[in-house]
């Protein structure tokens, strides 16, 4: 069975420009999750979806973050427009209904420039 | 998001040794609690979780929970060279959200 994956694998942007984060859960998981790691510090939750629908988005820094899951199956993760300080690892994870124990895909690592 | 706080590394121990790992969380009412290897670049992978207190075994690892002391920690038994990685303490807050420590890098000498 295929894990979670994640695409791109790296992104390097400009400030200001847009960016957009693709998660592919595992089949069949309803939840899905989504973390960042920026530089030196440790992963922090951003916002958990049950299919379709946010369940939790209080992780999210701010409204340049876009999260959608159309479809509960695939999610992404747009920002709009990039700064700095949103540069790190965008992890993405998902577990079944019912189930805390979360799988984490390969991460998305985001430079802006 | 709640403070989990785990030992600071590098860990370095010889092959065939113990490696101790401690984590320490700042919610009491966290029930759930759950130990992530993960290898440079790669995806963090589970390899432990625990919900009651006292231990649970799983191979060569370890976990032991304390919710009294709010204390969580990972013992690796017969340290081999590909248990090096960063090892990640996370502690369930509620609704299915994860807060993480930093991590402690263990490096296994052969």
């Known amino acids: 069975e295929a894990g979670v994956t994640q695409f791109p694998s790296h992104s390097v942007i400009e400030k200001g420009q847009t960016v957009t984060l693709r998660c592919d859960p595992i089949?069949?998981?309803?939840?899905l999750y989504w973390y960042r790691r920026v530089m030196g510090k440790e992963i922090k939750f951003l916002l958990h979806f049950v299919k379709e629908s946010k369940q939790d988005e209080s992780g999210m820094p701010n409204n340049r973050f876009l999260a959608e899951r159309t479809g509960g199956t695939y999610s992404t993760l747009k920002v709009q427009p990039a700064e700095l300080e949103d540069s790190g690892v965008y992890f993405c994870?998902?577990?079944?209904?019912?189930?805390?124990?979360?799988?984490f895909g390969p991460g998305t690592r985001l430079l802006v420039l | 998001q709640k403070e989990v706080e785990q030992n600071s590394g590098p860990l370095s121990v010889p092959e065939g040794a113990i490696a101790s790992l401690n984590c320490t969380y700042s919610?009491?009412?966290?029930?759930?609690f759950f130990w992530y290897r993960q290898y440079s670049g790669k995806s963090p992978e589970l390899i432990m979780f625990i919900y009651s207190n006292g231990d649970k075994e799983d191979g060569r690892f370890t976990a032991q929970l304390n919710k009294a002391s709010q204390y969580v920690s990972l013992l690796i038994r017969d340290s081999q060279p590909s248990d090096s990685a960063t090892y990640l303490c996370a502690v369930n807050e509620g609704d299915y959200k994860l807060s993480f420590g930093a991590g402690t890098t263990v490096t296994v000498r052969a």
């Open positions: 994870a998902s577990s079944l209904a019912g189930q805390e124990t979360q799988y």
């Open positions: 919610d009491r009412g966290s029930q759930s």
């Open positions: 089949s069949g998981h309803d939840n």
